[in-house]
């Protein structure tokens, strides 16, 4: 009797010396948001997307008075020879086409070039909050969002939004 006492009275100790869960939360889209190389991905992208705007402009542009020319042309030429006006006509349609086709196949590789670079940023913050987590003893950190409130409350102390952006963009600077 005094022996089963004994085994559950170390079996209380020990369930007492065991260390609670270490939890904490990030806002998810503070986090990326505020992020520094997320703020000069941004800012590339947003200056490869003028430059791609003004080159499309200018061709644009050129087009139309290109078109302009032909559409006069095959006008002067549809008095005579109807055929030939027609042919120029349809090269103009297709050339539009051929360059609108072309606007949007560099449009497409733009954006998917901004989103990988994006999906990377977010691949990043990801990692370091995994090694912070490590690092600090946490045992979660929770991820949340107004879009998707996976916490939907939490003690100012448990958040690790700040923390963890500090922390972010100084190793962003060391790079």
Same mark, same amino acid.
């Given at each position: $009797? *005094?022996?089963?006492?004994?085994?559950?009275?170390?079996?209380?100790? @020990?369930?007492?010396?065991? *260390?609670?869960?270490?939890? #904490?939360?990030?806002?998810?889209?503070?986090?990326?948001?505020?992020?520094?190389?997320?703020?000069?991905?941004? #800012?590339?992208?947003?200056? !490869?997307? /003028? &430059?791609?705007?003004?080159?499309? %402009?200018?061709?644009?542009?050129?087009?139309?008075?290109?078109?302009? *020319?032909?559409? #006069?042309?095959?006008?002067?030429? &549809?008095?005579?020879?109807?055929?030939? &006006?027609?042919?120029?006509?349809?090269? @103009?349609?297709?050339?539009?086409?051929?360059?609108?086709?072309? $606007?949007?196949?560099?449009?497409? *590789?733009?954006?998917?070039?901004?989103?990988?670079?994006? /999906?990377?940023?977010?691949?990043?913050?990801? +990692?370091?909050?995994?090694?912070?987590?490590?690092?600090?003893?946490?045992?979660? =950190?929770?991820?949340?969002? /107004? &879009?998707?409130?996976?916490?939907?409350?939490?003690?100012?102390?448990? +958040?690790?939004?700040?923390? =963890?952006?500090?922390? @972010?963009?100084? %190793?962003? !600077?060391?790079?």
């Amino acid at each position: $009797m *005094k022996n089963i006492i004994y085994v559950a009275l170390v079996m209380l100790v @020990l369930a007492s010396c065991e *260390k609670p869960n270490k939890i #904490a939360f990030v806002d998810n889209g503070e986090l990326i948001n505020d992020y520094q190389e997320k703020k000069d991905v941004e #800012a590339a992208f947003q200056i !490869k997307d /003028d &430059a791609f705007r003004k080159r499309a %402009d200018s061709i644009s542009q050129a087009f139309q008075a290109e078109a302009q *020319k032909g559409q #006069a042309e095959a006008q002067r030429l &549809a008095r005579s020879n109807r055929k030939k &006006a027609e042919e120029l006509m349809t090269g @103009l349609q297709q050339k539009q086409q051929q360059l609108q086709q072309q $606007m949007q196949i560099e449009q497409q *590789k733009l954006t998917q070039e901004f989103q990988a670079e994006i /999906d990377s940023v977010i691949v990043h913050v990801k +990692d370091f909050v995994k090694d912070y987590g490590k690092t600090n003893g946490y045992n979660y =950190i929770l991820g949340t969002s /107004d &879009a998707a409130a996976t916490v939907m409350y939490g003690a100012e102390q448990s +958040d690790l939004t700040q923390t =963890i952006l500090d922390a @972010l963009n100084a %190793d962003y !600077k060391k790079e």
